[in-house]
C-alpha cells in the first residue's frame, strides 16, 4: 500500500527566510505526487504537481519542489517565505492510472515569525 | 466559478441522527470523491465516484453511504451519527477518472457528534 509521511509536524521560520518541508513516499512505483496548502478554516489548493519529465516543478505562490527518485523524496521550497504562508501542508500521492483517490501525509504546520 | 461547493459548513449532531452532507460542482467533472481531516491523521478517503451512478469505497467506509444519481451531486450520508465520525469532511472533484488530474476541494463541512 501507498504511504507518504512528513517527518515534521511543525515548522517556525523568520519571515523572509529560506523554507524545505519534507515528504518521504512509499510505492511500488513512480506515482503522481502533488502539494496542497490549507490556510485555517479552508479547503485544500494545489500549489504543485509532479507526473513526468524534469524532476524540479514550479507552482504557484513561488513554491518549487523536487522529486528524487532514490531517495522517494518529493520536499517543497520557497526562497523567501512571508507571513502569508503560515498554513497547514500536505503532501499526497496517488498511483498512476486507475480510480485511486489521494494518500495524503498528516501534514506540516508552517509558523512565520516576524 | 463556484467550483465545488459544500453544505452546510457546520453541523452538530446527536449520536443516532443521519444526515447528508452534500456536495456539488458545477465543472463537469466524471471523479468525485470524499475525505474526511482528523487532527494528526491528514485526509483520509472514505467514498469515490467515477461517474454517475459508479461508487466505490475508499480507505475508511464504514459508517457512511454515498450515491450519484447525477454528475453534478456527491452526498454523503450517516446512518446513524458516533461521536468517532466528528470531523471535517472535505468533498473533492477531478476532470477525468484517471489519477492524472489534480482534485479540487470544496471548503469543508466541520461536523460534531455529541
Known amino acids: 500500500a501507498q504511504s507518504v509521511t512528513q517527518p515534521d509536524i511543525h515548522i517556525t521560520v523568520s519571515e523572509g527566510a529560506s523554507l524545505e518541508l519534507r515528504c518521504n513516499y512509499s510505492y511500488g512505483a513512480t506515482p503522481y505526487l502533488f502539494w496542497y496548502v490549507q490556510s485555517p478554516g479552508q479547503g485544500l489548493q494545489l500549489l504543485l504537481k509532479y507526473f513526468s519529465g524534469d524532476t524540479l516543478v514550479q507552482g504557484i505562490k513561488g513554491f518549487e519542489a523536487e522529486f528524487k527518485r532514490s531517495q522517494s523524496s518529493f520536499n517543497l521550497r520557497k526562497p523567501s517565505v512571508h507571513w502569508s504562508d503560515a498554513a497547514e501542508y500536505f503532501c499526497?500521492?496517488?498511483?498512476?492510472?486507475?480510480?485511486?483517490?489521494?494518500?495524503f501525509g498528516k501534514g506540516t504546520h508552517l509558523i512565520i515569525q516576524p | 466559478n463556484a467550483g465545488v461547493t459544500q453544505t452546510p459548513k457546520f453541523q452538530v449532531l446527536k449520536t443516532g441522527q443521519s444526515m447528508t452532507l452534500q456536495c456539488a460542482q458545477d465543472?463537469?467533472?466524471?471523479?468525485m470523491s470524499w475525505y474526511r481531516q482528523d487532527p494528526g491523521m491528514g485526509l483520509r478517503l472514505i467514498h469515490y465516484s467515477v461517474g454517475a451512478g459508479i461508487t466505490d469505497q475508499g480507505e475508511v467506509p464504514n459508517g457512511y453511504n454515498v450515491s450519484r444519481s447525477t454528475t453534478e451531486d456527491f452526498p454523503l450520508r450517516l446512518l446513524s451519527a458516533a461521536p468517532s465520525q466528528t470531523s471535517v469532511y472535505f468533498c473533492?472533484?477531478?476532470?477525468?477518472?484517471?489519477?492524472?488530474?489534480?482534485?479540487?476541494f470544496g471548503d469543508g463541512t466541520r461536523l460534531s457528534i455529541l
Open positions: 473533492a472533484s477531478r476532470q477525468g477518472v484517471m489519477s492524472d488530474q489534480p482534485q479540487h
Open positions: 499526497s500521492v496517488v498511483g498512476k492510472g486507475g480510480a485511486d483517490g489521494l494518500t
Open positions: 465543472m463537469n467533472h466524471e471523479y
